[in-house]
């Protein structure tokens, strides 16, 4: 059904909105001029894409540094890959913890398969969540690691190809 959902111009929709969208009282039309379309086709068009499930949701990319949330940790957890399904969840259920998702660990090099973001104004402020993590049944006694960022670098959402290649 996803595929049959697509018309031209498509892309450049996906690709903007994932570019960020003005901050004004008409993201919309101000995206939708970008692309020399009109707001109101831009949200069709978003919505018909969402419907389709090509588009999941729409979300922001807060600048947490520049608000105070300063305590950037991500956790890494050597879990079991059958204790997943109920761990991740739970995990990603606490306040505090902003982002939470599974990789495949690397045999004899890297175990960690659960991984978590905490967002905090302060070290004890994150060190709270971790403790709350910590007491989560699935999560006793379980080998972790906590590595805080220090500084940095970039920020931005996925893009889902280059902006020349999306124009086209």
């Given at each position: 059904q996803?595929?049959?959902?697509?018309?031209?111009?498509?892309?450049?929709?996906?690709?903007?909105?994932?570019?960020?969208?003005?901050?004004?009282?008409?993201?919309?039309?101000?995206?939708?001029?970008?692309?020399?379309?009109?707001?109101?086709?831009?949200?069709?068009?978003?919505?018909?894409?969402?419907?389709?499930?090509?588009?999941?949701?729409?979300?922001?990319?807060?600048?947490?540094?520049?608000?105070?949330?300063s305590?950037?940790?991500?956790?890494?957890?050597?879990?079991?890959?059958?204790?997943?399904?109920?761990?991740?969840?739970?995990?990603?259920?606490?306040?505090?913890?902003?982002?939470?998702?599974?990789?495949?660990?690397?045999?004899?090099?890297?175990?960690?398969?659960?991984?978590?973001?905490?967002?905090?104004?302060?070290?004890?402020?994150?060190?709270e969540?971790?403790?709350?993590?910590?007491?989560?049944?699935?999560?006793?006694?379980?080998?972790?690691?906590?590595?805080?960022?220090?500084?940095?670098?970039?920020?931005?959402?996925?893009?889902?190809?280059?902006?020349?290649?999306?124009?086209?």
């Open positions: 996803g595929q049959w959902a697509l018309r031209a111009g498509d892309a450049g929709v996906r690709q903007e909105v994932t570019g960020g969208m003005t901050i004004s009282p008409t993201p919309l039309a101000a995206l939708g001029a970008s692309l020399q379309r009109s707001g109101a086709d831009v949200l069709t068009r978003s919505d018909a894409l969402s419907t389709a499930g090509i588009s999941s949701r729409l979300g922001v990319i807060v600048r947490h540094r520049a608000l105070g949330w305590a950037n940790a991500m956790i890494v957890w050597d879990l079991p890959s059958e204790v997943i399904t109920e761990a991740g969840p739970a995990l990603a259920a606490l306040n505090g913890v902003t982002l939470c998702y599974e990789r495949r660990p690397v045999s004899g090099i890297w175990p960690y398969r659960l991984y978590n973001m905490i967002h905090a104004r302060s070290r004890t402020e994150a060190q969540v971790l403790t709350q993590a910590r007491a989560l049944p699935m999560m006793q006694d379980v080998p972790h690691k906590v590595l805080f960022s220090t500084r940095c670098f970039k920020q931005t959402g996925a893009l889902i190809s280059d902006r020349k290649e999306a124009a086209a």
